[in-house]
């Protein structure tokens, strides 16, 4: 089982910026993803980007350049720097893990997620 606590939401102006934390615990895989999804209101839920154990990054199309995924590992720690936010980017934001990843097959054993963290931005 993994646990995950996500930090960093809140309100803010179009044009600021925020950093989200997840940090996991619990038996974590030494090959694994983390990453994060939004669910903004009224839309499915959405990939926003997912970082390997061994740093390699995929981001969804339209979010590379003003989202940056990061992690720490000695801390089980992803981090998602959110700049220049715009309305449409209010929103959920759940952070993910995966475990026993097969970056390859692309395959993974089982995934988490944590709570959510509300994002709102105002114009």
Request: charged letters at 25%; aromatic letters at 8%.
């Amino acid at each position: 089982q993994v646990q995950l606590v996500e930090s960093g939401g809140g309100l803010v102006q179009a044009g600021g910026s925020l950093r989200l934390s997840c940090v996991a615990s619990g038996t974590i895989s030494s090959k694994n993803a983390m990453g994060w999804y939004r669910r903004a209101p009224g839309k499915q839920r959405e990939r926003v980007a997912i970082i390997t154990d061994d740093n390699k990054k995929n981001y969804e199309e339209g979010m590379k350049g003003r989202f940056i995924i990061s992690r720490d590992n000695s801390k089980n720690t992803v981090y998602l720097q959110m700049n220049n936010l715009k309305s449409e980017d209010t929103a959920v934001y759940y952070c993910i893990f995966l475990s026993d990843v097969d970056a390859r097959a692309g395959t993974w054993g089982k995934d988490y997620w944590g709570q959510g963290t509300q994002v709102t931005v105002s114009e």
